[in-house]
């Protein structure tokens, strides 16, 4: 009984997949390939909901934070937090690729390439500043929340919440209804969670059947720099942070285990979008918060992406055989401070944030991005996890900032994540 108990704790179910997801792609690419749509369709139906729970979730906390001010100050302090720790990512994995040296010794004329004229063909010019800021008010209210578009739904749902919070009782009947609602979208969310093992299996089966390990050995030395500095990351710099805001790092890893899983193997921070705010909220932070510090993060908190950019332009440079100076290196993270944020939201805005950096440098030749395009996927995990749990530690640093973070809770939530854990 026992074992048939662990069988349906969500851990063992969504390892057992990824597992048989690469048995499946190495043993028979072919039908490894064919299990795309079964990912696909799983990160489908989470999407379907992500822009009502985002909505639900930063309207219902701004409406109950009554505070304008409050909430400025939130959105303030979440920012200066999201440039300084991404900052610091760009600048660690220029460091780590310095030292490692990926690129030194390969030859780009005789290493196998992939096809990115659909990112580089205007990269240049695709990506601006300006674009970016305009972008984020919506022109047609319906049609942002039809795209999914995070950042659109964003600016709405602070909006509405702030006109919500400035109507006082008379909008006390709506606060009602919206909470209500907002808990019919976590089960439907909750539903949609069984199927994770499956979009883990198929996203993961696809990956392997597709691209095959075998693509990884010309450019493994750059996978291991990427994978060794993400992992220093993690347990150095965000570390630190946990410890200097008087919280476990080791404690919040495990109470978010599930979801790293399930980024592991759907590749895709979004897939479990919701279920980090309901976690967040549940390990003592508030709503109101969570609701503004989450999705604000998944555009412009990017701690995987950032190590992965910073150290891919200067892998090209290696290949190349250019040697960039200490100048021409600060230039890269300044480019990058930019147009990192510039592709929140944009498909295959890695890609089109290495063309912009490329063209903006002017010195390394932008069809280096055609080396990247095998090993890209197998390091988007690794992106996506580290943006995860980076997004996850920026809300208990804000919520504890603003004396929004309740400690009995988040001690309720661990003891119980313990008990669950040893049951199983």
């Known amino acids: 009984m026992k ?48 822009a009502p729970i985002i909505f639900l979730t930063i309207v219902l906390g701004i409406a109950k934070m009554g505070d304008m001010k409050k909430v400025g100050k939130v959105g303030g302090k979440a920012f200066i937090y999201f440039e300084v720790v991404t900052t610091l990512a760009l600048v660690i994995g220029l460091v780590v690729v310095n030292l490692m ?10 290493l196998e390439k992939g096809d990115v004229s659909q990112y580089t063909q205007d990269g240049g010019q695709s990506l601006n500043w300006i674009e970016f ?39 006390k009947t709506i ?16 539903y ?15 990956t392997i059947g597709h691209f095959g ?11 291991i720099a990427v994978y060794v500095t993400m992992f220093l990351f993690i347990f150095v710099v965000l570390n630190l942070i ?8 080791w404690n919040y890893l495990k109470f978010i285990k599930d979801e790293i899983l399930i980024v592991l193997g759907t590749s895709s921070s979004e897939s479990v979008l919701p279920r980090m705010m309901n976690k967040m909220e549940r390990y003592g932070c508030s709503k109101s918060v969570v609701g503004l510090v989450i999705p604000t993060g998944y555009s412009f908190n990017l701690d995987g992406t950032s190590i992965y950019l910073s150290m891919a332009v200067v892998f090209l440079a290696q290949v190349f055989g250019i040697d ?9 993270i300044l480019v990058l401070m930019l147009t990192s944020k510039g592709a929140a939201g944009v498909t295959g805005s890695g890609f089109i944030v290495l063309a912009s950096t490329l063209a903006a440098l002017q010195v390394i030749p932008l069809e280096g991005l055609a080396l990247l395009l095998g090993v890209d996927r197998f390091m988007s995990e690794g992106r996506a996890i580290v943006n995860l749990i980076g997004n996850g530690i920026a809300t208990i640093v804000v919520a504890k900032a603003e004396n929004e973070f309740d400690e009995t809770k988040s001690t309720n939530a661990i003891a119980e994540m313990n008990v669950l854990k040893e049951s199983a």
Request: with cysteine; net charge positive; proline share 4%.
């Open 3 to 50: 074992k048939l108990r662990v069988f349906k704790n969500l851990t063992v179910q969504v390892l057992t997949a990824i597992f048989i997801g690469v048995m499946v792609g190495l043993i028979w690419p072919d039908i490894g390939k064919e299990m795309k749509p079964v990912g696909d369709t799983f990160i489908n139906a989470v999407k379907m909901v992500i």
């Open 101 to 110: 040296k990926p690129g030194a010794g390969l030859n780009f004329n005789e």
């Open 133 to 171: 800021v305009t972008h984020i008010v919506p022109s047609n209210m319906v049609d942002a929340f039809a795209k999914g578009d995070i950042l659109q739904v964003l600016f709405f749902s602070i909006l509405f919440g702030v006109a919500l919070a400035a109507l006082g009782d008379k909008g």
């Open 175 to 190: 606060i009602d209804f919206l909470d209500k609602l907002s808990h019919v979208f976590f089960k439907i969310i909750g």
């Open 192 to 206: 949609i969670m069984k199927a994770a093992p499956l979009g883990a299996f198929g996203a993961m089966a696809y």
């Open 213 to 223: 390990l075998a693509s990884l050995v010309p450019l493994g030395k750059l996978m």
């Open 242 to 249: 946990c410890k200097m805001y008087g919280f476990s790092l």
């Open 324 to 332: 960039l100076s200490i100048g021409q290196q600060i230039t890269i």
